[in-house]
């Protein structure tokens, strides 16, 4: 079936109406990864003419060069460069999740007006790069129609209780730094009505820019040495689980500079790390592995989702589970920095999920 999907762009104009595009954004993706105007053409796909042509165009657009060459060295980015680069990687952390979650919702009403598919799945979710790959490993049963949309940990338990969804997908700290979590979701489970499946573990940790130049290896580094951080929003399961640490070491949170300031996702934050805006954020080791960033991990936690008990035979749940102790699972887990799947699809109880 033909899908709908959503792409965030944005352009400037100058006084002539010209709109700068997409075409320099990836250019200078790569020129930016490779160092050389050569291999960018040929990973862009694109004559050595044409993207010195448009190099030089959009130097005049602006005034100023985009990217420095160098005898002997290749081409690199200059600070204009790099920050046009970091808008369009900061302009698709932001809401690219905003617009998957819409383009599922979208792609499921019509399918339901097509009667196209036999059946249907529907995920709210805490976002987590293995629970993205989800609709991509779906693709194999075709006739499975899968809505993911990507709310709080906690809106995702309160969607399933009010019947809105079939599966919640939520993270639990380990080695202890789960109380805070605990407390804020625990009113949404039930020992009765509910069953968990796992998913994956995942370590989160500080993002800080290659090489580390503050020297930061803790968190009371992060008002000792003053940086400036990057918080996740009220209510995330990433945001508990920063508080609890700071409270596990008896940091008070407004001795850190940023600390009242949120992104929504890892990568936003990884991005507006990587953009020089902030010295450090939190968040999962692949978001730090995106942006080029160096990680240091704190804390592990597992990814589960939860389901009615009632519901954990369904058919469609259960092709999901089997799908989930696939090798080609597994191995795309084993690929993502910071993440494991030991018991991907086991099905546990509340007291067994909270052990």
């Known amino acids: 079936m033909r899908k709908v999907k959503l792409s965030p762009s944005w352009s400037l104009l100058n006084e002539e109406n010209e709109t700068l595009g997409s075409e320099l954004f990836t250019l200078l993706s790569v020129i930016h990864r490779t160092g050389t105007l050569a291999e960018a053409a040929k990973q862009t796909k694109i004559s050595y003419r044409h993207a010195w042509n448009l190099v030089n165009h959009w130097k005049n657009f602006f005034g100023s060069d985009l990217v420095v060459f160098t005898r002997g060295k290749g081409a690199s980015l200059t600070e204009l460069g790099e920050k046009l680069l970091w808008a369009e990687q900061r302009v698709s952390a932001r809401v690219g999740l905003q617009l998957d979650s819409l383009a599922s919702e979208i792609n499921l009403e019509i399918s339901r007006a097509l009667a196209s598919a036999r059946s249907s799945l529907t995920i709210h979710a805490s976002h987590g790069y293995a629970v993205a790959h989800l609709p991509e490993l779906l693709k194999t049963l075709p006739e499975l129609q899968v809505d993911l949309r990507y709310t709080g940990a906690a809106e995702s338990l309160s969607s399933l209780n009010r019947g809105e969804c079939d599966l919640a997908g939520f993270h639990l700290p380990t080695e202890g730094n789960g109380k805070t979590v605990i407390d804020s979701l625990s009113p949404q489970w039930d020992a009765s009505a509910h069953r968990f499946i796992h998913l994956v573990t995942r370590t989160q940790g500080l993002f800080v820019t290659p090489n580390n130049p503050l020297g930061i290896r ?138």
Do not use: W
């Open 218 to 355: 803790s968190l009371s580094d992060l008002s000792a040495k003053q940086a400036k951080f990057i918080n996740r929003q009220i209510g995330s399961g990433t945001r508990m689980l920063f508080d609890q640490l700071l409270v596990n070491q008896n940091i008070e949170p407004l001795a850190i500079e940023g600390y009242q300031s949120e992104e929504f996702t890892h990568a936003a934050v990884a991005a507006y790390v990587a953009s020089g805006m902030s010295d450090t954020g939190f968040g999962v080791q692949p978001a730090a592995s995106q942006f080029g960033l160096d990680f240091i991990p704190l804390a592990q936690e597992k990814y589960m989702f939860a389901c009615q008990s009632k519901d954990v035979r369904k058919k469609e749940i259960l092709e999901l589970i089997k799908l989930l102790k696939s090798s080609e699972f597994v191995n795309y887990v084993d690929k993502l920095p910071g993440y494991s799947a030991p018991k991907p699809g086991e099905i546990v109880t509340l007291k067994e999920a909270l052990a």
